[in-house]
């Protein structure tokens, strides 16, 4: 435990570190249109398919929690990050690579793809009418991506204590982590992820307990036993492409599709965000979570980034200079 403190207490000294070293407009002299060429470059994928904005936004969470933000996850290649195991599913990349080629176009090698990344996930919740706040930039990309180091990435098969931990490791406590999973309000997973709950859990034959029997059903329809484990189901069945507090309300009264969201609720201490989050006291429902979500997203994308003469900044997003 002695030990898993210091991790902890490291990861945030180096989290307050270089995010004094971040700043909002950092481009405002050298790009000054760079933010809002990412942004146009995201409405017009948005408005094929506004899928793609949970897409986005869950690329930039996994390139954070693995080598720090700093577009290690966009990089190609056989043993690159991209490739491992949990970041199978992980799209988008045209996107950044669009606005990129379009950035380099305007101010040429200037504008880090980590900070698309950052920028890019912002503009998404935003056009999912969610919460949009100040993006700080100045990050650089890193000249390292490997699959290997891609293990601690956050499972749907983890319990609370171990989310916890991975989240702590990165200088993020347990309310971060309940909020910034809310970002599930606008997700989507395949079947193959979560059917083992409703047919066969812990391995007795039976659907998981702790699943709404009304919704069980109605995944059971979705998801039959032997059916197609690539189907695509909505981990907000409620608002599927709106950004809200919905997700949370889902979670409480046993709605939730993937195991580890669904396990947020029993613990007293994660429990309790996802009530406040969930309440609707005095008609405040969501404004909480669209409060506290912009603030945690600061937070994480602030992790472990690349400032100064750290790092580079690529000429194309998935190649290292």
């Not at 929690?65 to 700093?70: A, I, L």
């Amino acid at each position: 435990m002695g030990s898993l403190w210091l991790v902890v207490l490291v990861n945030l000294a180096m989290v307050l570190c270089v995010k004094s070293q971040l700043k909002n407009g950092f481009y405002s002299s050298s790009c000054p249109k760079a933010e809002s060429i990412v942004r146009s470059t995201v409405q017009s994928y948005f408005q094929k398919d506004p899928t793609i904005a949970a897409a986005l936004l869950r690329l930039h969470f996994h390139d954070c929690f693995v080598q720090g933000c700093d577009g290690s996850v966009l990089i190609t290649g056989a043993s690159a990050e991209r490739n491992a195991l949990p970041n199978t599913g992980l799209r988008g990349f045209e996107v950044i690579d669009q606005a990129k080629s379009q950035l380099e176009a305007t101010c040429p090698g200037v504008v880090s793809c980590a900070d698309i990344l950052a920028l890019a996930a912002r503009d998404s919740v935003d056009l999912s009418d969610g919460p949009s706040w100040t993006v700080p930039t100045g990050r650089r990309d890193g000249r390292v991506s490997l699959s290997s180091q891609a293990s601690n990435l956050p499972s749907f098969f983890d319990s609370v204590a171990i989310q916890k931990q991975k989240f702590a490791a990165k200088g993020l406590d347990a309310h971060d982590l309940v909020t910034l999973v809310g970002a599930h309000t606008i997700g989507q997973t395949d079947c193959l992820f979560f059917r083992y709950r409703l047919y066969n859990f812990t391995t007795t034959g039976n659907a998981d307990p702790t699943i709404n029997h009304e919704f069980l059903s109605q995944l059971q329809v979705v998801c039959p036993k032997d059916g197609d484990g690539s189907k695509r189901v909505a981990l907000d069945s409620n608002s599927q492409l709106k950004f809200d507090a919905s997700f949370f309300k889902n979670v409480r009264d046993g709605n939730g599709v993937l195991e580890s969201d669904q396990r947020l609720w029993d613990d007293a201490e994660t429990g309790d965000v996802v009530q406040k989050f969930s309440g609707n006291v005095r008609g405040l429902f969501g404004l909480r979570f669209n409060f506290d979500f912009p603030k945690a997203m600061v937070k994480m994308s602030s992790i472990e980034v690349k400032t100064g003469s750290y790092g580079e900044i690529r000429k194309v997003c998935s190649k290292f200079n």
